[in-house]
């Protein structure tokens, strides 16, 4: 199995050699392309350089009130598009970048091959995807070795492709390969019977175009001591479409596929240093901590916490789907105007 990966790894570890001397802070882009030119009147260093504000620190006893809810960040709503562009692309030589800022995919993938951020499959890995999808409970963790990475750590790398988080497989060649003249090499295979022998598969990494969603998971909470409704992501997800191919070779969407799960406390450490663009003032640009901190985004619940553990498309579809979401945020909403109403 893992023959089947080193040649799309070879892509990648030539690509985190050429674009590792280009980097700038923390491995993000910054508008000091050469030493000493400025591509403004500034040199943007405060995303870049700044501290993580920690969370308040929150006592069970202080939580009289708190409410699980599952939502969906769908990128093709305008608010969301600040998480979705600027677009990546993988090609044979290079992965190509924008120079000024990253899209959150872009982000998250840089660091999960550098081994900043920890993957968590949405299945036990035992199953290969035919167990249940409790992935948002971060109970499968792939890690690489003690000090290794995407780049350094072949068994790891080739762990993100057979489990399909970076990138995946792609159809096998029915062309065969040949020697120098151009006959089509063959094997023997240990029943006595000869192959032909075919190029190793190639690998089709996700881009940030391929991203439709991020899910997440998060605690909504009455804490009493500060007198406020609060709420935590816990958890996080970058969700693609479900491709499936007819005999015509016609594609279909037949679902959305999570990727992996990520610890969201985690991940403030990495997204607290990456520009995120504000439409309304070059000058005032935030980062994607700040952006989820202040719920810059639109979202839609697609689960809470119930007695039968089931999702909201169980019971309702379509218009009714999305009406009920609103009603279980109007119900949250409620209940912190409940408490303060006399």
Request: net charge negative; glycine share 6%; aromatic share 14%.
């Amino acid at each position: 199995m893992k023959s089947l990966f080193m040649s799309a790894v070879g892509v990648f570890l030539f690509v985190g050699t050429t674009l590792g001397q280009i980097e700038g802070i923390n491995g993000g882009p910054v508008n000091v392309p050469t030493e000493g030119i400025i591509d403004g009147v500034f040199i943007q260093e405060h995303i870049p350089t700044k501290r993580m504000i920690p969370y308040t620190n929150v006592r069970e006893a202080d939580a009289i009130w708190s409410r699980r809810v599952w939502q969906y960040i769908d990128l093709r709503e305008k608010i969301n598009q600040p998480m979705y562009y600027p677009l990546d692309e993988v090609t044979p030589y290079a992965w190509v970048r924008n120079a000024s800022r990253w899209s959150l995919w872009t982000i998250i993938r840089q660091h999960v091959m550098n081994a900043d951020l920890r993957v968590f499959l949405p299945y036990n890995p035992l199953s290969f995807g035919a167990g249940a999808m409790d992935g948002d409970q971060l109970k499968y963790p792939m890690d690489p070795q003690t000090g290794m990475n995407f780049f350094t750590d072949s068994i790891f790398a080739g762990d993100l492709v057979l489990y399909e988080c970076l990138g995946k497989l792609g159809p096998e060649s029915d062309v065969p390969l040949t020697d120098e003249y151009g006959d089509p090499l063959e094997r023997v295979m240990d029943d006595g019977s000869i192959e032909y022998v075919y190029p190793p598969r190639d690998t089709v990494w996700y881009n940030s175009a391929d991203i439709v969603q991020y899910r997440i998971k998060e605690d909504w909470f009455l804490d009493k001591q500060r007198s406020v409704l609060d709420q935590r992501i816990i958890a996080l997800a970058p969700v693609i479409y479900e491709i499936e191919e007819d005999a015509n070779g016609n594609k279909n969407v037949r679902g959305l596929t999570e990727l992996f799960w990520l610890y969201f406390p985690h991940c403030r450490f990495v997204f607290n240093n990456y520009f995120v663009y504000n439409e309304h003032n070059d000058a005032q640009w935030m980062s994607f901590d700040d952006l989820f901190w202040k719920r810059r985004f639109s979202s839609v619940i697609y689960k809470e916490s119930n007695v039968h553990d089931r999702e909201i498309d169980s019971y309702r579809s379509g218009l009714d789907a999305l009406h009920e979401s609103e009603n279980i945020k109007n119900e949250i909403r409620n209940i912190e105007h409940d408490i303060w109403s006399f």
